[in-house]
Structure formats: C-alpha cells, structure tokens
C-alpha cells in the first residue's frame, strides 16, 4: 500500500479515505443507514472532486459501512416542502453531483456492501462499474412514500435493465436480491463479503490498464436496452392498465410511467429534466405528505414520554396460553423471530391441531422458497415446547392470554400463573373485547398486567394494539413496547376502555351504514362508496366476514357500557334476528352459496319491511355524501376517545387504523382527513347528521 496523494483531503466526518495502488477507496459512514444528508452529500462531492485532482489517483472505489452501502435519501429535507420552486434546485444541484461522477475524468467503481436503495442505487448507476456482495438489497422503493426516483432513477435504471424490469422496480417499489440484479444488469459482478474490496480494485485496474472504457461504460451512453417505440408503448399501455386497479388513489406510480414514457431519449439531460419536473409534483402532492407522514409515525410508534428512559426487560422464552386462530398466529410470529415459546393448550388433542395450525402458517413462505420443510422442522423442534400443564410456564418472561373470552375462565387462569411464574414476568391478554383492568384485579400485583391485541391474521398483520390497565407499570410498557418491536410489530399504545381504540374506531368508520340504509340508501352503493375511497371492503362485506352475530354483542356491550348514544339501531336488531350471521352461517348480507355471493334476500326482505314500516322512500346519494355521513362518524368517535383518554396522540391513532384496518394509506388516517376537511366543516356536517339520524352522530365537545 502507497502513502496518499498530498493534496487530498483526508478529514472529513462521514467518509475515510484510503489510497491503494493508486486507487482512491472512500468508505461512507453516515450513521445510522447511511442515508443522503446534507451535510453527508457535501462532503463527499468534496472527497470525490479531491480524487478527481489528484494526480496519485487512477481510479476511485466507493464503499459503505455495516450493513448498508446507502439506504437512500433523508426524507426529513423534504417533508415540510411547501412549492415545486423550493425543491427543484435541490434536485437539480443533486443531477449536477451524479453526472459529474458519470462523466468525471476517472474511473468510479460501486463496491456494494449492503442495502442500496433509493439515492443509493441511483449513485452506483452514476458510478462506471458496480460490484455487489451476494443476497444485498438493490431497490427504488421511493414510491413506497408518494415519490418517484429524484437523482436520474427514472432514467438510468431502464438502460441497465430494459424497460420491463425498470417499470416494474420503479412503479411497485420492491428490492431486489444482487443475483437477479446481475441476471438483469444492474450490477457487473456478485461476491462474497470477503472478495469485495478486491473485486473492486481489480475492476478498477481493468480501466486505469484501458481494457475498460468510462466513456462507454457510463450508464448515460447506454442505449442497447432502450426498447423500440413501438415494445415501449405496448409496455407502458399494459403497466397503466395494470395500476388502473391496483394504484388508485396514488399519484406516483403514474408519474413514474410518465418519466419513462416521455423520457429514455437521447438527450440524457433533457430526460433528467422531465424526471425533476415530474419528482417536484410528487413531493408537493397531499398523498406524499401523507405517506412520508406515515412513514415518520411508524419509527416513532410506541416511544412515549411515559417510558423515556425505561430499559426494557429482556424476553427470551414467551408462554402462549390457548392455540386456536389468534394462539396458533401469534406462536408463529414468535418463532420467526427467533424467540423460544412454550404453548399450552387444555388437552393433547387441543395441541395435535393447534400445531398443525402453526405448522399451517408457514406453508406462503416454503411455497415462496424463504426456507424448506426441514427448517421449519429443526425450528419446530429447537423453539417450541408444547404442554397442558400451566407449570411449565415457570421460568418464561412473558405469557400471552388467548382462551376463551369468558372473565370467569381467565381470571383463573391468571390466579393460577401469578403462583407459578417468576414475579417480573409481564402477563399480557389478547382479549379484544373483556375490561383488561378487571381481568387484573385478581392479581396480588395488577401492575405487571396489560392487553397485547393482535389483529387476526397474527402472523401477517403488523399492528399490535399495546393497551394499559388502570395499575399498568411504566415497567410492564417499556418491556411490552420493547418486545412488540422485537417481533417487528407496529406497537400502539392505548388506555383501557370498550373496545379499546381499533374496535371502536373501524365501528364508527363503518357504523353510518345501517343509518344510511334505514334512510333508504341501497347498500350496494355504501359498498361501493367505501371500495372507491380506498378501503379494502365495504361495510356489509366485512360485517359478513367478521360474524354480525360477533358485531351485534359488541355493539350491545357499548350499549350497555358506554351509554344511550351507542343504542342498538332498530333495523340491526332485525337483521340479528334473522340468523344470518355471515360467510360461517353461509348467508349474511349476502347469499354465498353460488359462485360469487348475491345479495341475501332474507336480509333483503327485513330491510325492505322496515322501510315500509316506517315510510321510507328509496333515496339515491353521491359517493360523497356517502362518504360524509362515514367519515363524519368516524371522526366524533375519534374525537369522543380522545375525551375519555382512551388514545391522545392522533398520529398513533391514525396509524392503528391504517394498519390494522386498511384504511387508505394515501389518505393520511381518519383524523388527517379531518384536518384536509377542516373542522369547521366536519362539525356543520354533524350537527346536520345529528338532526337526520339522531344522537349517535352529536358533535364531539372536543370538536364543538
């Protein structure tokens, strides 16, 4: 190794410069993912101009720290963007950057260590030669955030990989592994950890020994994979089409198409031009404020000023009481990350098929190739202990409650443990419906209780609804927190209270049906107002698969609970009646007995009946209207926990719901919604609603 060049710069805080054989290796190390800051930018335009000047260096080897090589851009400089004029010298400075390496008089190798994504690969694809270590992540995940590649994405990654693959990166935004990035392209060679570095000089050599051009080598001058205009149109026809359903509601994805389709020309700056103008729509766009707002909320998740500064207790081994759909669920999530479970279950019996149903879970991801039969076995054998004897929970750290919703029944249970468990072990509920400080109450110490509700299918769902007793310890928080984290859940914090926040929430979102259809409203256009709004089913649809049976007991329960505003409405108690309970019974408020389900004619009947009864008239109603009358229930309740302390953080709460329930990523969350609404309006809507269809719909006083 050579001494370094005198007239570099060496000092600089987020990149080390090594100088071999000639070959100037900056390592970036921007803490925590590498990410393009700034100030991390700056300086290494300023490292890599340095190199450029040096007469001791022939070539250059960018390289990153750790697991990533650059995990992309720093979104916190975009987020409060109010205008296209502020970001789009911004970008243009950041195309002036990627440019000068591709078109800078030496040499600039990529030596791919980990995560490129985003203006990470948008770098690499500027750089004249790209090594990546096998199974790194490769991706343009922007629109994952309402954005579209910003640095030259839109117009670098289709000449490397052919429009196909680049749309199909660029618009669905999922990584992909370095050896299909080498089957298609993007990358010139795949090695191990260990060869990297000198992957990378050898690369390096191959250009200063001129067996290697940089003229023709960088990525701007590439036109081979450019499809003819006539492969292009039918490409991009077929992509839109494709979006047509899937996309709705977003705007990226098609700004994207549009890139590409105006774009991939050969005047490569006049394409850089187009990607900027169409970046700066995106950025200023309600549906990425939204989603980059999303996606701040979802780091800050469960970091509440209550436990700041509370270590959470290690868990390790986890006892999982009951194994049914919840059980089976949740034992799953457990072992795939790596935790040791301890599952009970009443008899033999109850454990043979509660196995199975763990077993069951992991069928996608076998099928998928993520791991083979003979893994989930070693794993099955090595993680899980199976028992009926509530003993064998002695020595785990926490023990998770999914039997039956009987109070009587867990209350035992529970009375039994808190004698056999360590006393710093954290006892946790699945209930969803049951008073979680009651359940405690039994309990020499309540403190160490809380409710941990998982959201059916356990294993696939990310939310976990983290719900504090009365008596719950910061303790028993900071650690349920902790570990909600450590089994990759999204945690929401929540006081106890009917329904919780998720429960009660989704019932108010979709609670403004049945007064839609005692007003006369046709329930297939409330389905068909919800579907286009962006949720994933109508209310009649979700009732059906959820149970009405269920749905009316836990209305009765706010009834009974919460008091005359949440009375049963008449025309649900009808429908009750009828026995139809949904997909399990074969027929709720539709028939499923054919191909494809129909509207229930027994239901239908009732409905029909009580509007006779009651003089009611068939009424036609916009999407719109539809929608207001939805979102405006939705909203009071929001409002209306917020009052009795059940959630105060709006974030979190808008979080729960698109996680836990579908609602519309794009549109921010039931109280961003509010917000675009405007208060003020959304209270003239309920005082209207209130008028029409009675107390259920008063405004919340917070609103007021």
């Known amino acids: 190794m050579q001494e370094r060049g005198n007239s570099m710069k060496t000092d600089y805080k987020t990149i080390s410069v090594a100088l071999k054989d000639g070959v100037a290796v900056l390592t970036m190390d921007n803490p925590p993912v590498n990410q393009l800051s700034d100030h991390f930018v700056r300086e290494l335009a300023t490292a890599i101009t340095e190199a450029f000047g040096d007469d001791d260096v022939k070539a250059l080897v960018l390289t990153g720290t750790g697991k990533n090589f650059i995990a992309g851009a720093d979104i916190t400089q975009i987020k409060d963007v109010k205008t296209k004029e502020q970001i789009l010298p911004m970008v243009r400075e950041n195309n002036r950057f990627m440019s000068g390496i591709e078109s800078g008089p030496k040499p600039v190798i990529a030596a791919i260590n980990g995560n490129c994504l985003g203006g990470g690969l948008e770098l690499a694809m500027a750089c004249h030669y790209r090594v990546a270590v096998k199974g790194v992540n490769l991706g343009q995940p922007e629109v994952q955030i309402g954005l579209i590649p910003g640095a030259g994405g839109t117009q670098r990654l289709p000449r490397l990989v052919g429009l196909r693959y680049g749309l199909e990166m660029i618009t669905i935004g999922k990584p992909i592994k370095a050896e299909i990035a080498f089957q298609r392209g993007l990358v010139d060679e795949v090695v191990d950890t260990k060869k990297l570095e000198v992957a990378a000089l050898t690369a390096a050599g191959r250009f200063v020994s001129g067996q290697l051009n940089t003229q023709l080598r960088a990525t701007r001058n590439r036109n081979d994979r450019i499809s003819s205009a006539a492969e292009k149109k039918s490409l991009i026809d077929f992509t839109r089409a494709m979006m047509a359903g899937q996309a709705k509601g977003y705007i ?156 009587q029944v867990k209350q035992d249970i529970w009375k039994k443990l808190e004698g056999i468990c360590r006393p710093d072990a954290v006892f946790a509920t699945n209930t969803s419906a049951l008073p979680i400080t009651e359940l405690a109450s039994v309990l020499d110490d309540p403190g160490r209780m809380l409710g941990l509700h998982f959201f059916n299918p356990a294993h696939r769902m990310q939310l976990l609804e983290v719900i504090c007793a009365q008596k719950t310890s910061d303790a028993t928080l900071g650690t349920s927190v902790g570990f909600a984290r450590a089994i990759k859940k999204i945690p929401i914090v929540v006081n106890d209270g009917p329904g919780f926040y998720v429960s009660r929430q989704l019932g108010g979102l979709l609670g403004g049906a049945i007064f839609l259809t005692a007003d006369g409203v046709d329930g297939a256009a409330i389905e068909k107002a919800m579907v286009n709004f962006g949720m994933p089913m109508g209310p009649a649809t979700l009732s059906d698969l959820t149970g009405i049976d269920i749905n009316y007991h836990v209305n009765k329960t706010f009834e009974k609970r919460l008091g005359k505003r949440y009375k049963v409405h008449p025309l649900t108690e009808l429908i009750y009646q009828t026995g139809c309970y949904g997909r399990k019974t074969g027929s709720g408020y539709f028939d499923y007995s054919g191909d494809k389900p129909v509207p229930n004619p027994k239901v239908e009947a009732v409905i029909q009946q009580y509007l006779k009864d009651n003089g009611v008239a068939p009424k036609e109603m916009s999407e719109q209207q539809i929608i207001d009358v939805m979102l405006a229930l939705a909203i009071n309740e929001a409002a209306l926990m917020m009052e009795e302390g059940i959630c105060d953080r709006p974030q979190d709460m808008d979080l729960a719901m698109i996680y836990g329930t579908g609602f519309p990523p794009y549109r921010g969350g039931i109280l961003r919604y509010a917000d675009k609404w405007g208060l003020k309006n959304v209270y003239e809507k309920l005082v209207e609603f209130e008028k029409q269809y009675g107390l259920r719909f008063k405004p919340a006083n917070l609103i007021k």
Do not use: H
Request: charged share 30%.
């Open 252 to 407: 990226a994805p098609f700004k994207a198409v549009e890139a590409l389709e105006r774009g991939l020309g050969y005047d490569f700056d006049a394409d850089l031009e187009i990607e900027t103008d169409l970046f700066g729509d995106c950025v200023v766009s309600d549906v990425a404020k939204n989603l980059i707002g999303i996606f701040f909320n979802t780091r800050a998740a469960g970091r509440l000023p209550r436990i700041e500064g509370i270590k959470p207790a290690p868990v390790k081994k986890v006892g999982m009481l009951g194994g049914g759909v919840m059980g089976s669920g949740i034992v799953s999530v457990l072992l795939k990350n790596g935790f040791e479970a301890v599952l009970w279950e009443i008899n033999d019996q109850a454990l043979e098929k509660a196995v199975a149903a763990v077993r069951k879970t992991f069928d996608f991801p076998i099928k998928k190739k993520k791991m083979t039969a003979d893994q989930l076995e070693s794993m099955l054998k090595k993680q899980l202990t199976t028992t009926t004897l509530l003993e064998k929970m002695k020595d785990v750290d926490l023990v998770i409650e999914a039997v039956l919703e009987d109070m």
